[in-house]
C-alpha cells in the first residue's frame, strides 16, 4: 500500500526550530518527486515546497530560506527543517508525492501540527 | 506566479443537486489543473488530475472540465459524504498554487 506518515510536529517557540519527517511506504521517496503542503488553522492549502528525484529543491517565498527540504534514501523518508519560526508558521503540514506530468499531489500523509506560540 | 480564484466559496445545495465549482487560473496553464476534496481534520483526497481525469476509486458522479484559464468540477447529484470542502490546483508551474476553496454545505 502505497502511504506516507509525518511526524515531528509540536509546540515551539517564535524563532525556535523543528523538523518535521515523512516516511513513505509502498514507493520510493528518492525517485519521486515529494512536497510539503501546509493549512493554517481555517484556512486554504498553501504549497511550500518540492524536492526532484534529481535533487532540486524549490521553495514558496514565504519560507524561502528559513526552511530547507531533503531526504534520506536509505530511509525512504522525506524532511523538513524549519528554522527562524513565527506564529504565521503554525500549521497542519502535509507531505505528498507529485505526478511528473500534471503536477498532481498524491497520496498524502496524515499531517502533523505545528504551534508557533510563547 | 499564478493565482487561482475559485468560486463561490461556499454553496449551500441539497442531496440530490447538480453542482458546479469554477476555477479560474491567472494565466493559461492547458489541462493542469487538479481538483481535491478536504473534510474536517483530514487531509485532502485528489478526485479530478490533468482537468478532467477521474483518479482511480472516485465515483463517477465527479467530473472536470476545461482548459487554459477556465475549469470547473461538476457533482451529478450530491450524495450526504460530498459535503466537504473542494480546491483547484495548477500544477503548470512553481510555485503550485491552490485556490482558497468552496466549501459545499447541506441546505
Known amino acids: 500500500e502505497v502511504q506516507l506518515v509525518e511526524s515531528g510536529g509540536g509546540l515551539v517557540q517564535p524563532g525556535g526550530s523543528l523538523r518535521l519527517s515523512c516516511v513513505a511506504s509502498g514507493f520510493t521517496v528518492s525517485s519521486n518527486y515529494m512536497s510539503w503542503v501546509r493549512q493554517a488553522p481555517g484556512k486554504g492549502l498553501e504549497w511550500v515546497s518540492v524536492?526532484?528525484?534529481?535533487?532540486?529543491?524549490y521553495y514558496a517565498d514565504s519560507v524561502k530560506d528559513r526552511f530547507t527540504i531533503s531526504r534520506d534514501n536509505s530511509k525512504n523518508t522525506l524532511y523538513l527543517q524549519m528554522n527562524s519560526l513565527s506564529g504565521e508558521d503554525t500549521a497542519v503540514y502535509y507531505c505528498?508525492?507529485?505526478?511528473?506530468?500534471?503536477?498532481?499531489?498524491?497520496?498524502w500523509g496524515q499531517g502533523t501540527l505545528v504551534t508557533v506560540s510563547s | 506566479d499564478i493565482q487561482m480564484t475559485q468560486s463561490p466559496s461556499s454553496l449551500s445545495a441539497s442531496v440530490g443537486d447538480r453542482v458546479t465549482i469554477t476555477c479560474r487560473a491567472s494565466q493559461s496553464i492547458s489541462r493542469y489543473l487538479n481538483w481535491y476534496q478536504q473534510k474536517p481534520g483530514k487531509a485532502p483526497k485528489l478526485l479530478i488530475y490533468a482537468a478532467s481525469s477521474l483518479q482511480s476509486g472516485v465515483p463517477s458522479r465527479f467530473s472536470g472540465s476545461g482548459s487554459g484559464t477556465d475549469f470547473t468540477l461538476t457533482i451529478s447529484s450530491l450524495q450526504p459524504e460530498d459535503f466537504a470542502t473542494y480546491y483547484c490546483?495548477?500544477?503548470?508551474?512553481?510555485?503550485?498554487?491552490f485556490g482558497l476553496g468552496t466549501k459545499l454545505e447541506i441546505k
Open positions: 524536492i526532484y528525484s534529481g535533487g532540486s529543491t
Open positions: 490546483q495548477q500544477g503548470y508551474s512553481i510555485p503550485y498554487s
Open positions: 505528498a508525492r507529485i505526478s511528473r506530468d500534471f503536477g498532481w499531489f498524491d497520496p
